[in-house]
């Protein structure tokens, strides 16, 4: 699978963004899909994560109410709506998929088999 994060961009403090990761290559549904991002300085961060059916999502509590993803699996392709956003929210965000099943695993960047590129959010205060 390989997979191109996009959608990144400077923003202000209370600011929106859309984040989109294009996947190609084997079956983009069979996967949990996970969001992770790194601030400088800092290791890499779950952010969420929407199993292959969309049914079941987890979200880091910091971003809870905030963000939302979502799946589309015609179009091979995850979302990530970043609302209300903080300069804390600042970093390279990171698609990733994972070939396995939702659950707390999938709060961990080791179990994930495949990552895309990354797309830098900047948010000014």
């Known amino acids: 699978v390989q997979l191109q994060a996009f959608g990144g961009g400077l923003v202000q403090t209370g600011g929106c963004l859309r984040l989109s990761c294009a996947a190609s290559g084997r079956t983009f549904s069979s996967y949990v899909m996970g969001w992770f991002r790194q601030a400088p300085g800092k290791e890499r961060e779950f952010v969420a994560a929407?199993?292959?059916?969309?049914?079941?999502?987890d979200y880091v509590d910091s971003v809870k109410g905030r963000f939302t993803i979502s799946r589309d699996n015609a179009k091979n392709t995850v979302y990530l709506q970043t609302n209300s956003l903080k300069p804390e929210d600042t970093a390279v965000y990171y698609c990733?998929?994972?070939?396995?099943?939702?659950?707390?695993?999938?709060?961990?960047?080791?179990?994930?088999?495949?990552w895309g590129q990354g797309t830098l959010v900047t948010v000014s205060s």
């Open positions: 990733a998929a994972e070939d396995g099943r939702l659950s707390r695993r999938s709060r961990f960047p080791h179990e994930y088999d495949y």
């Open positions: 929407i199993s292959w059916s969309g049914d079941r999502i």
